[in-house]
Nanobody, 123 residues
Framework: QVQLVESGGGLVQAGGSLSLSCAAS????????VGWFRQAPGKEREFVAG????????YYGDSVKGRFTISRDNAKNTGYLQMNTLKPEDTAVYYC????????????????WGQGTQVTVSS
């Protein structure tokens, strides 16, 4: 079992940066892949980034590639999403998720989810 709690969301102007954290509890976090997803009002949940348990494998959604960076610190049981050059279209609730094995881009591939943190980017 893994419990996930996101933090770090907020309001930022376009072009600004935010750093999200995903604090995990449970013995299996260090062997779990972590994914970040986001969901804007009226839209489906979208894959943002994923990282393997070693950090060696990292995937990004096309819309955030080059602007967002995913990382993790297994000693702290925490995953991170650094978001730079934010755009109004990045406004959404951001969720972290965990699964065994390698990260995947589909929501159905993850077993554990946090409750989300709101990110709002003003123009």
């Amino acid at each position: 079992q893994v419990q996930l709690v996101e933090s770090g969301g907020g309001l930022v102007q376009a072009g600004g940066s935010l750093s999200l954290s995903c604090a995990a509890s449970g013995r299996t976090f260090s062997s779990a892949a972590v994914g970040w997803f986001r969901q804007a009002p009226g839209k489906e949940r979208e894959f943002v980034a994923g990282i393997s348990w070693t950090g060696a494998v990292r995937y990004y959604g096309d819309s955030v590639k080059g602007r967002f960076t995913i990382s993790r610190d297994n000693a702290k049981n925490t995953g991170y999403l650094q978001m730079n050059t934010l755009k109004p279209e990045d406004t959404a609730v951001y969720y972290c998720a965990a699964r065994s094995g390698l990260p995947v881009r589909t929501t159905s591939g993850y077993d554990y989810w946090g409750q989300g943190t709101q990110v709002t980017v003003s123009s």
